[in-house]
């Protein structure tokens, strides 16, 4: 029996600056006798080859249970549940032309959970090597607990997730992170997920999927494209970093990360000017949202055959279809719909030194399906343009930076459960005085200490700025 909204059992809720404190030695520890960093390549390899997992494309004919919807079109599951394909009718003061298109609409709050247990006084994080899907090579590095409401309510009929009990309604634990924060809403419409890292102190039984890790050896895998999965930079992205070591000695790049994660700096803006950007930006610009029936996209330039939905000037994304089989996951088959990018998006994140300590340029940002019409993305997020688009702020500009401005650069894949070969191409890029400390209105300086501590809440950032918190620990 489900515990009911709000009921939450008694929980002990860390102190920020100690988890911090931890955070910090974790992130410094870049192996572990528990899981040598010389064998997660193996671990990966290993498990990949034995355990079937395979997707792939078929016509809508082909989905069971799944159906286009009589007078509307929206393709929903025969359950009700999981997620549907329907239309959206949006304009905005910027772009008042009112446009159609089809959205992913998933209102059930999904789960992200990581487990961390301290071996030899670092925390470490319980990772899982989970294939999805969309993803371009199959297995991922994914959070301990990933799951739809719809999977850990059991509507597919398939195994129970395992360790979901450690994340709700646990007596007794230890909570490091809990938040909801949003998912891709240029491809979703108000998505979100509960962001959760529990810490245990007792041993649980994980079979070879699972394996323990340090944040430090994260790290370093997150200089790979396509190994950590979009749902861990979620989580970890929420970790706690400012006021951990209000001593960070250098002069170089790494030392005015370091200060800017774990230091105690002078900002340039302070928090609340920060968040008063944003609330100026959603108390000012118009969004319009309104759900339709899908068939309304086919009046506005999308056209759906046997194989997929797609707009007839091929840009953005098309929807299709995949069968699955996997040996491991709560059901051994399935089908589903899948949205597919077009092209390759680019996140990049421009940083300056400002008084010795790196502040990140972020921007308020609204997509189609933003819940609450803006939130904090990187200074430049960009897929392939559509119609009726608008010039990108600095993107010419990011664009024209050499490899030496480069500090992060790797190709990461989106979620798996919902994109098929959804990549972005992510950049940290260090600039200069020619990018004034004086930006633009929509545009703010922060650190990325103070990005963190905005991460205790939902909605603040969006997924392509949390998972460019994540990648930067790559960088120092």
Known sequence: MRPE????????????RTTAERVRLSADTPDSRVTPTAEVSGWLAAYGRAHHFRAEPIPFAGLRRWYFEPGTGDLRHETGRFFSIEGLR????????????????????????ILARE??????????AKPEPGNVNGLQ???TVQATRSNFDEVHHGRATPFLGHFI?????RV????????????????????????????VP???????????????????????????RSVLACLPTAHAAPACPGDGFGAALRRSFYGDPAPRHDLHAVTSCLTDVQALRVLRQQSVPLERAYEDGWRRDEHAIRHRGGQGFEIMAVEVTAERREVAAWTQPLLRPCSQGLAALAVRRIGGVLHALVAARSDVGTLNVAEFGPTVQHRSAGSGATAVPYLDYVRACGPDRIRYDAVQSEEGGRFYHARTRYLVIEAGPELPVDCPPGFRWATFGQLTELLAHGHYLNVELRTLIACAHAAY
């Open 90 to 113: 949006t304009s905005s003061d910027a772009d008042p032309v009112e446009r159609v298109q089809p959205i992913i609409v998933q209102p059930e709050v999904g789960l992200l959970g």
């Open 141 to 143: 590095l994914s959070p």
């Open 206 to 232: 994980a079979d070879d999927s699972f394996r323990w890790l340090t944040l430090g050896q994260i790290r370093g895998l997150l200089r790979l494209d396509d190994l950590v999965n979009m749902d861990t």
């Open 5 to 16: 909204p709000g009921s939450v059992a008694e929980a002990d809720y860390a102190d920020r």
């Open 119 to 128: 071996f030899d006084g670092v925390l470490h994080f319980l990772m899982q």
């Open 169 to 173: 309604q646990h007596p007794g634990r």
């Open 176 to 203: 490091l992170v809990d938040a909801i924060q949003s998912e891709q809403a240029d491809w979703f419409l108000h998505k979100r997920n509960r962001n959760m890292v529990v810490e245990i102190d007792a041993d």
